[in-house]
């Protein structure tokens, strides 16, 4: 035999599965041995032609020629025209390719979704149709196939109609088939609809009505492509990503992300806090004007606006009245009769949804995210899927797309190249080294952090106190004691600026050989920096200015704790803006005037995303202190949106190493929330229930903490009205309460914990349904192979020399010893088999010889193929009928294989009877001697085996 | 908008409303449409040849963008030629909202270049590369593209018959989250 027996001869092909997968078995059986029905007419073409196309001999004889060639029988198999054509009508090829196969594809999918809609899931009653069936589609061209698939359409027209309208709609949008083969598709299924409906109805009503959903329907077609164009810089974002790709898209996106959130925040707090405040007249007196420099009260927020809508301190603690007054401690009901507004509880309400809202709307948008990126089966396949979807078709510049070609060729050069080198490893002392020069990188990275936070804690310590001086002293210049006040934003705005820059040039030093490890490792380092300072900064807020108002004589600490958070948000503003011009647009044209370099800088995305995470923090921290700073961010977005895009178009090229889009979105708003949103939410929350409000200024003036409030409130309403009682025990109960976050905590942990035992669960299937796969891939290339040898074998009338058959009878030698249970199913069946050998005996020498062969190999596995060989030998055009059946027997031989155990008896006694019948046989040709030598052998065999049964 | 808007039949409007809901969209695909045919206002059922299709700007560079063509083209003589509702098509499986399901289906379609239903090894080879170019530095050798493909179909045929089918091909597909096009 030729290179291929050797994969038959493989003794590792074993199709025995365990014992639990019956079931599955079962039904895969189940659904196959229906199908084999089906499957005659298809078939019925193949021999046919197998008599007829002659230019198979010389591919045959070319296949053999160069058949030592055939190393990889994955990459360098060439089947003969018959066999290709079995291939190519199985259901894997077609689907890919004809229609027939896409419409039948989807009519089970509608018949599923209408079983769904209809709350009937039962497996047992799925009508054949239901099915993936491999009837039919295989065959275009003749007529069978083509009323085929007619029927399949009607029946898709006919499930088509029974769904609801929306799910028609979708349904037809998610099908892969050209525009006027739907619009075939749904004609038909309104005409049917229509045949159905107007037997009864009157034609000019329907007219009428026909008329006005027509109507209606342009109208909100008008309506939909007015939303369209209101879709913010729909256009910009296109034009981005169609110059840079989507990595730097990404980064737009994360942007316009934020700007939403802001707008919201922005909203509610607008709506509920600053239109009732601001309608209403303030009591304090407007006469503080100090009205020095206009300019500088700009930057640092105070003077004029210290006073203003923009802080806490403006806004007071009356509950607002419309219609008729009453006082707030009179009695209730002629209060809540009239429309009243309590302003601390509003705040205090307001606050808080603001941020529960933001919070469940990040964390869902981060599931889905992150349900998108991670999938359940996270196994290997990085060399495909870079290969399959590493195109990015937004790209259609030239240069980019000459670019993108050169990263995609390197990258897969070298994920090649890792593959190769993944045995050599590095020599000791050379990882030692590495090892050594990243310890060095990360103590550098760590220090400078620490350098820089201790640098911050001491500095506005130093400006703390300098204040408290000036302050007392109070006969400074209030010029100089406003700009004193920019001291800490700047120090910490120029480190924002300045360490990512030394934290590059320390990765620069490491040369770290992935790109994305590198964009990790930055991530996380700059995160590191930005998340210590905000710390230091909130312990100095709270802990220092918060606690002791006093001593810098503020009469409202909150409202200096909202002028410093506007301070940081400009600051950091004002040095994004500088670090554009001069890092970006300066830096360009230094390197292409003065270094004569031809290359663009490349838009660093970690770090610019990064920066507006902390500007985000900043904005969020100071929502409770100054409820107007969300429209501070939204400007500032805003501004940076088309800076940014003008400077990325004027002064960057694209990136050199391409980033990920959909994973980094994952990343970013994973770091947007965990850092970033759950630190303020802690501060904000901290502030709220344990730090005592100022007692002169803001709505929460004369309360131990701002929670105090709410709690307030519902005493007040429990006192009026008993009924209500019950809320206020509630309340003390579920808020006050810390066992009651505990349990919240804990059902959380516990639902996810479940969770993952899902996934874990599904991982384990879905590997045993892939071990399956692969052990059908097996059986199917197994079936293909001995098709082939069949087919050549018709074609080459020459005997086969006498050496290759006794090779394989000394194959069947070593494998009688390892299985016997299947040796013993073999031999149930020997007698159709012997009946077929006398048959074929007659014919030519060579047969028998196939035979032989055919008889070992249904040894080595199981009774099935015994079965479906014999059937290829008496009627050579079942070829394909022995293909879907083995399927079916396979499965069930490890259904009874506890069966043939017990009848060890009998199968000895039938293994003598076959031994004689075939020695009687096999007399006229010696060489087929061994055979029965071999036969003896497992006789001998089988014998011992019921012995120790027994 | 208001010229070509007229040029476009009411009752399509409605008719394609299973695909396109936005019918500016659909306008601005009309009127780039009848730019390729020339001027001339022809029926519907008029085809633009490949040539023409070619020389719109979003297509100019793009490597697939003759089995694009081919993919798309409903035309009997199997040369590449739109018309009006396959460009459509072309379009909207392009765009934003196209299921995942679609873009998957198209992308094995434009992948499979000898049409035969699977990605075999010359298939792969040629998506390779048309990944990569044609210059010398970039493309890679003869040794690299042998393991290459060798250990992509080891990664995703997962019923091991030398070749990647559709079902494979969307299952790899789905791994992958930046499935951007």
Redesign the interface.
């Known amino acids: 035999m030729d290179g291929r027996v050797s994969f038959d001869a493989d003794p590792v092909i074993d199709f025995e599965s365990p014992a639990d997968e019956d079931g599955v078995h079962d039904s895969f059986s189940q659904l196959i041995q229906e199908q084999c029905h089906d499957l005659h007419d298809v078939i019925e073409m193949t021999p046919l032609d197998l008599e007829e196309d002659s230019r198979d001999d010389v591919e045959c004889l070319e296949a053999d020629s160069d058949a030592p060639q055939q190393t990889d029988h994955l990459i360098g198999e060439r089947w003969s025209s018959d066999t290709l054509k079995v291939l190519s009508s199985m259901p894997s090829r077609t689907i890919g390719r004809s229609r027939g196969a896409i419409i039948s594809q989807y009519c089970n999918r509608t018949m599923q979704l209408r079983r769904r809609r209809q709350s009937r899931p039962s497996i047992q009653h799925f009508p054949r149709s239901a099915r993936p069936s491999i009837r039919g589609y295989g065959v275009e061209t003749d007529a069978a196939g083509f009323e085929e698939e007619e029927n399949k359409r009607d029946r898709l027209v006919n499930n088509l109609q029974n769904l609801s309208d929306s799910d028609r709609v979708r349904m037809l949008r998610a099908m892969p088939l050209s525009l006027s083969e739907k619009k075939e598709l749904r004609m038909l299924v309104l005409n049917k609809a229509e045949h159905s409906v107007s037997q009864n109805q009157i034609p000019c009503c329907s007219q009428l009505k026909y008329y006005i959903i027509i109507a209606l329907r342009h109208g909100w077609y008008g309506w939909l492509s007015f939303l369209s164009s209101l879709q913010l810089w729909q256009t910009a974002l296109k034009c981005v990503g169609g110059r840079f790709g989507t990595g730097v898209l990404s980064y737009f996106i994360f942007l316009r992300t934020l700007l939403f959130f802001n707008v919201f925040l922005f909203l509610v707090t607008g709506l509920l806090l600053v239109v009732p405040q601001a309608i209403t007249h303030p009591d304090q007196d407007q006469n503080i004007t100090v009205r020095s420099s206009w300019g500088l009260e700009v930057l640092t927020g105070a003077g004029y606006f210290s006073h203003s809508l923009l802080y806490y301190g403006y806004y007071n603690n009356q509950t607002l009245q419309t219609g008729h007054s009453c006082s707030a401690s009179g009695n209730g009901t002629s209060c809540s009769s009239g429309l009243s507004y309590n302003m601390p509880l509003v705040y205090f309400f307001t606050i808080g949804a603001a941020f529960f809202i933001t919070c469940i709307i990040l964390v869902y948008s981060m599931s889905k995210s992150f349900g998108q990126s991670f999938r359940i089966d996270k196994s290997k396949g990085l060399l495909a899927i870079k290969v399959f979807s590493s195109w990015d078709f937004k790209v259609i510049k030239k240069s980019s797309v000459r670019l993108q070609r050169a990263n995609i060729g390197t990258q897969l050069k070298e994920l090649v190249a890792e593959v190769n080198r993944q045995e050599q490893k590095f020599p000791v002392l050379q990882r030692l080294f590495r090892l050594f020069i990243h310890m060095l990188a990360w103590i550098m990275c760590l220090g400078s952090t620490l350098a820089c936070v201790l640098a911050v804690y001491y500095f506005s310590e130093h400006m703390h106190g300098d204040l408290r001086n000036r302050t007392q002293a109070a006969s400074s210049d209030p010029l100089l004691k406003e700009a004193s006040l920019l001291a800490v934003p700047v120090v910490v705005s120029s480190i924002n600026l300045l360490l990512p820059g030394f934290f590059n040039v320390v990765a620069w030093m490491e040369k770290y050989d992935s790109p994305s490890m590198l964009n990790y490792i930055s991530i996380s380092r700059n995160l590191l920096l930005k998340v210590s300072v905000l710390g230091v900064l909130c312990y100095h807020w709270l802990g220092r200015v918060a606690t002791d108002p006093q001593s810098l004589g503020l009469e409202c600490w909150e409202s200096f704790v909202g002028q410093e958070l506007y301070r940081f948000l400009l600051m950091d503003f004002i040095f994004m803006l500088l670090d554009t011009f001069f890092g970006e647009f300066l830096w360009r044209v230094f390197s292409q005037k003065a270094l004569k370099r031809k290359r663009k800088p490349v838009f660093d995305i970690a770090r610019n995303v990064l920066e507006l995470i902390y500007g985000q923090t900043l904005a969020w921290l100071g929502v409770l202190f100054s409820p107007l700073l969300p429209a501070v961010q939204i400007i500032k977005l805003l501004f940076l949106f088309y800076m940014k895009k003008v400077s990325l178009k004027m002064n960057c090229q694209a990136s050199g190493k391409p980033w990920r889009a959909c994973q980094m979105t994952t990343i970013f708003i994973t770091l947007l929330c965990f850092p970033a949103f759950l630190g303020a939410t802690v501060c904000v929350t901290y502030t709220m229930w344990s730090i005592t409000p100022s007692a002169g200024c803001g709505p929460f003036r004369g309360l131990k903490n701002m929670f105090q409030a709410g709690k307030r409130w519902v005493h007040r309403l429990a006192a009026v009205n008993p009924d209500l009682h019950w809320l206020a025990s509630a309340h003390s109960y579920l808020v006050e309460n810390p066992l009651f976050l505990f349990l919240c905590a804990g059902i959380f942990l516990i639902m996810i914990y479940f969770h993952s035992q899902v996934v874990d669960g599904q991982r384990k299937i879905i590997e045993l349904l892939q071990e399956q796969i692969e052990n059908e891939g097996e059986d199917k290339k197994f079936l293909i192979t001995r098709l082939q040898h069949i087919h050549e074998r018709k074609r080459r009338v020459t005997p086969r020399p006498v050496k290759g058959a006794s090779e394989v009878h000394t194959h069947t030698l070593s494998h009688t010893h390892t299985h016997t249970h299947a040796h013993t199913l073999s031999h149930a069946h020997t007698h159709t088999h012997t009946h077929t050998h006398t048959h074929t005996h007659s014919h030519t020498h060579t047969h028998t010889h196939t035979h032989t062969h055919t008889h070992t190999l249904s040894h080595t596995h199981t009774h099935t193929h015994t079965h479906t060989l014999s059937h290829t030998h008496t009627h050579t055009h079942t070829h394909t009928h022995s293909l879907t059946h083995t399927h079916t027997h396979t499965h069930t031989h490890t259904h009874t294989h506890t069966h043939t155990h017990t009848h060890t008896h009998t199968h000895t006694l039938s293994h003598t009877h076959t031994h004689t019948l075939t020695h009687t046989h096999t007399h006229t040709h010696t060489h087929t001697h061994t055979h029965t030598h071999t036969l003896t052998h497992t006789h001998t065999h089988t014998h011992t085996h019921t012995h120790t049964h027994t | 908008m208001g010229g070509t808007s007229s040029k476009l039949p009411?009752d399509l409007?409605?008719?394609?409303?299973?695909?396109l809901?936005?019918?500016?969209?659909l306008f601005r695909a009309h009127k780039i449409f009848s730019e390729l045919q020339g001027g001339e206002n022809g029926p519907y059922s008029s085809r633009v040849s490949m040539q023409k299709i070619l020389t719109l700007?979003?297509l100019?560079?793009?490597?697939?963008r003759k089995r694009l063509c081919h993919v798309?083209s409903?035309s009997d003589m199997k040369d590449g030629s739109l018309n009006f509702?396959?460009f459509?098509?072309l379009l909207s499986a392009?765009s934003d909202t196209a299921?995942l399901?679609?873009k998957s289906?198209?992308?094995?379609?434009i992948?499979?270049f000898d049409?035969?239903?699977?990605l075999d090894?010359r298939d792969?080879e040629k998506?390779?590369n048309c990944?990569?170019?044609e210059t010398d530095?970039?493309?890679?050798t003869a040794e690299?593209m042998r393991?290459?493909?060798?250990?992509?179909?080891e990664?995703?045929?997962?019923?091991?018959?030398?070749?990647?089918?559709?079902?494979e091909?969307q299952h790899?597909?789905?791994?992958?989250?930046?499935?951007?096009?």
């Open positions: 009411k409007l409605s008719e394609y409303q299973v695909r809901t936005h019918v500016m969209c700007p979003e100019k560079a793009n490597p697939f798309f409903t509702e396959d459509l098509d392009f299921t399901e679609i289906h198209y992308a094995f379609r992948f499979d049409d035969d239903g699977t090894a792969l998506l390779v990944l990569t170019g530095d970039t493309r890679l690299e393991q290459l493909i060798s250990n992509i179909l990664e995703s045929d997962i019923d091991k018959d030398g070749t990647v089918n559709l079902s091909f790899v597909i789905s791994r992958s989250p930046d499935f951007v096009r």
